[in-house]
């Protein structure tokens, strides 16, 4: 059928032919006997010498034959080992030659010189196909070293043809690329062979010369630049010395000088990019040579790589060389970093001083190339180009805190004086562009304090009022929202500074009325007063007052709002006279129970697609479709999350790490009454809307706030009143697995102090997760509670192993049991995982249990 195919007259005929080759031979090539697959090579090479004499009319049918040919040496290589050369001959003598009549006696440079252009690429072709194929194998698997050995048996003949295709004779631009796809192949297989064939690197060094040299011919640049780019960047040992020194004094020829200008020039053609690539893949690759040389070539190199940051057009969405060089300078400043010592510049060698310079001026001009487009501009880009320059900016963030390790709080003046400079100018562009860098330097130093001296000029500039003042006409908002986030990247700055904490508040605040400046004030204002809270607990009544007023005019969205209170929050728990701190919590809470209020006004009624309380703000764009009663169920505990969370206790405090079975002191300054609205509030939202399963999970983040913390406080509930709400819950309720969850945390956290009623507690809820499991049908027909139900009692059986072990009745325990082996034969994962842990924490040393444990997981 094969055989009918590839002698029908039409191409499509033949190309269908030659496919039929490949997959026959690899889903059937076992069954073919020696015999048969030597008479089937025969044919291959007849077909492909006839279409070879077709010229290019055959040309897509020879290439397809070329694969199938290449199949033929992955199946059958012990009968074909001198693969290459066998098929040089058989090309020259024009036509095909048994296997056996071709041995070790024939010279392949006598073929090569009978061979035509065209008989040379197509041996090309099969080689590439067969390295191309040989790429997708483990050569270090035993069942492969035959076809490895085979390979590197070929490797003389394929380097002799590469070498014969590459000459200078050779006038086919088609046949030189081939050639150079063909090293390319052979290098990715020399970069994998086992280091005891270190002849074949050597063989192919040799090749890389012509490659290089048909840099400067445009015909050829585009498949010898991918080489050696792919060579630079992945196998850089390749190449010799020589050819490195050759390389660098091509970089200075007028045809390369052409192309970088072109490219700087914004021709960000493929070939133009290409050319990009070769000097930032050799600059990569000779990193340390150009650091430790400070001749004028070395400089040379320098200043080319670092011109490729001026290229016109912006990044990404113009500009395609720009994001490799600036992964290039970060790289280089790594490597830049074991050769400058910042402590001992005296130590430091001229040239690294040198490449010092070289690197800064890198910065000077990155940072100016991630300055925004005008508006009207920027709106024409589409999302990807967008996406791509706001990742180009990260990555020049990413490069200046390379470079801070070496140019140290220096940097940070440089990038404070810019942004002053921007400024005075009313460069809002430009300023945002500074700024953002600026910000970016925060994390280099948070609590270094010879950032001081540069930031406090920026701080006490007119840089607040003229963020805060909305008529200043021109002012982008992109540049508004960055310099707002100066703020909370310094903010250890304001805690040692904090005469600048006010005029910093006052504008955050007068900010948040603002819906295009609300989002980045609330995060802004939430960082600044969680790490502050120590210098501004006594501002907390005017705090309060200000978001009296905001709320009161509904500026604020939900999610500032959230942000807002729990900044206040943790404000408060900086106040250290209880009845105080108590205080300010009430009034917080009267904020969340106003919302509980209007949201159950909400669900009560039928209100109209207009009537939405958040309608034009932030948080109405999201969730439009939402009830508004659940709507502001959701911000009244979101809000009262983030109040728990601020009135938690600092991270760094002092902890007694000899605190289990201590007793948790109880203040009776107000707190039962904090409590019962804290309760009230849960309870009347779970009615509400206890259907929805993010109203379960907040419920759940609330009880936790307390769990973790040393001292009575607001959110630290009592036990008795935890475990009756939690209780009441039944497996119909939504989510219920994750309140099972929360009674996890929570026997854990009761550990850490003396309850009198505390294996009460556990054991209440031990016989509630047992009931709730007992409700299922099926362990799979909720696998959430069944893996919770299951990992509560393996807590318990931990912390309170009396607790399981003398439960009663006794057939809860049995119950239990028996339930954690039913899971065990069950298809969930997670539930089984479960299951498995409480038999180990049952009976560790059990050998067949644990083996049965493994098997079920």
Not at 133 to 139: G, I, P, Q, S, T
Not at 365 to 386: F, H, L, M, N
Not at 438 to 451: K, Q, S, Y
Not at 550 to 563: A, F, M, N
Request: hydrophobic letters at 40%; glycine letters at 4%.
């Amino acid at each position: 059928m094969i055989h009918q195919l590839l002698e029908r007259p039409d191409d499509k005929v033949k190309f269908f032919g030659a496919l039929t080759v490949i997959i026959k031979l690899n889903k059937e090539s076992s069954s073919l006997s020696d015999e048969d697959a030597a008479e089937l090579l025969v044919r291959l090479v007849e077909w492909y010498s006839q279409s070879l004499a077709r010229g290019r009319a055959g040309s897509l049918v020879s290439r397809k034959l070329s694969s199938a040919i290449a199949t033929f040496f992955l199946h059958f290589h012990r009968l074909w080992p001198a693969y290459t050369r066998h098929l040089l001959v058989c090309l020259a003598s024009h036509r095909p030659l048994d296997p056996s009549a071709v041995d070790d006696t024939v010279s392949s440079a006598d073929a090569l010189a009978r061979l035509s252009s065209t008989q040379l690429q197509a041996a090309i072709w099969v080689v590439t196909s067969v390295m191309d194929d040989v790429a997708r194998f483990d050569l270090n698997a035993a069942t492969n070293a035959g076809l490895y050995d085979a390979v590197v048996r070929n490797t003389p003949d394929a380097v002799v043809l590469m070498a014969a295709c590459l000459s200078p004779h050779i006038e086919d631009p088609t046949a030189h690329s081939d050639a150079v796809k063909c090293l390319q192949s052979w290098a990715t297989f020399a970069q994998r062979a086992s280091s005891g064939h270190s002849n074949i690197p050597a063989s192919l060094r040799p090749l890389l010369e012509p490659v290089i040299s048909s840099l400067s011919r445009d015909s050829l640049f585009d498949a010898s630049a991918e080489l050696i780019v792919d060579v630079l960047s992945n196998y850089p040992t390749l190449m010799t010395n020589t050819q490195y020194e050759y390389l660098a004094t091509l970089f200075t020829a007028p045809w390369a000088r052409e192309r970088y200008e072109k490219l700087l020039q914004g021709d960000f053609d493929f070939e133009s990019v290409q050319f990009g690539h070769l000097l930032l893949g050799f600059g990569e690759a000779k990193a340390e040579a150009l650091i430790q040389s400070s001749d004028g070539s070395s400089q040379h190199l320098l200043s080319l790589l670092c011109g490729l940051l001026t290229a016109a057009g912006y990044p990404v969405a113009e500009d395609r060389i720009f994001v490799p060089a600036v992964e290039f300078w970060s790289t280089f400043a790594e490597t830049l970093a074991d050769h400058v010592h910042l402590d001992e510049p005296e130590i430091s060698s001229p040239s690294a001083a040198s490449a010092m310079t070289q690197l800064l001026a890198a910065v000077s001009r990155a940072w100016q190339k991630i300055t925004y487009p005008p508006s009207g501009e920027y709106c024409q880009w589409d999302s990807v180009d967008r996406i791509g320059f706001s990742d180009a900016r990260k990555d020049v963030v990413d490069f200046l805190q390379s470079a801070y390790a070496l140019a140290g709080p220096q940097l940070v003046a440089t990038f404070a004086d810019l942004t002053l400079s921007a400024l005075s100018q009313s460069a809002w562009l430009p300023l945002e562009a500074a700024a953002f860098c600026l910000g970016g330097l925060a994390d280099c130093g948070r609590d270094d304090i010879r950032f001081d001296a540069a930031l406090t000029p920026v701080f006490a500039s007119p840089l607040f009022s003229v963020l805060g003042d909305n008529s200043q006409a021109g002012v982008h908002l992109r540049t508004r929202q960055t310099c707002l986030s100066l703020i909370e990247q310094y903010n250890e700055y304001f805690e040692r500074n904090v005469e600048f904490l006010a005029p910093a508040l006052r504008l955050l605040f007068t900010l948040l009325g603002e819906q295009s400046m609300a989002a980045s004030a609330s995060k802004s204002i939430l960082r600044l007063c969680s790490s502050c809270r120590h210098h501004l607990y006594p501002e907390t009544e005017g705090f309060l007052d200000e978001y009296a007023a905001l709320t009161h005019g509904r500026r604020l969205d939900c999610i500032s709002s959230e942000k807002v209170l729990g900044a206040i929050a943790s404000v408060a728990q900086a106040i250290p006279n209880p009845h105080q701190r108590y205080r300010a919590c009430a009034r917080l809470l009267e904020f969340v129970v106003r919302d509980v209020h209007r949201s159950r006004h909400f669900n009560a009624s039928s209100p109209g697609a207009d009537d939405h309380p958040c309608r034009g703000l932030r948080c109405f764009d999201s969730t439009s479709d939402e009830h508004p009663g659940l709507h502001l169920g959701l911000r009244a505990l979101r809000s009262l999350v983030s109040v728990g969370k601020g009135f938690q206790s600092l991270s760094d405090s002092s902890i007694d790490v000899d605190a289990s079975g201590r007793r948790l002191a109880v203040s009776r300054d107000g707190l039962e009454l904090l409590h019962d609205q804290i309760m009230e509030i849960l309870r009347e939202l779970d009615e509400a809307f206890g259907k929805s399963s993010e109203i379960i999970e907040l419920i759940s983040s609330v009880l936790r706030s307390g769990f973790s913390e040393n001292e009575a406080g607001p959110f630290v509930l009592p036990p008795d009143t935890v475990t009756h709400f939690l209780t009441i819950h039944t497996a119909s309720t939504t989510r219920v697995g994750v309140l099972v969850n929360t009674a996890c945390s929570f026997v854990s956290s009761l550990q850490s102090h003396e309850f009198p009623s505390r294996e009460a507690i556990c054991s209440t809820l031990l016989m509630w997760d047992i009931g709730l499991l007992r409700q299922l049908s099926e362990p799979e027909s909720d696998p959430e509670l069944s893996q919770n139900g299951i990992e509560f009692a393996s807590r318990l059986l931990s912390k309170a192993p009396a607790t399981v072990l003398s439960l009663r009745p006794a057939d809860a325990a049995e119950f239990l049991f028996l339930f954690t082996l039913r899971v065990l034969d069950g298809k969930e994962p997670l539930p089984k995982g479960a299951a498995a842990d409480f038999w180990v924490k049952t009976n560790p040393t059990c050998t067949p249990l644990n083996a049965r444990i493994v098997d079920y997981s």
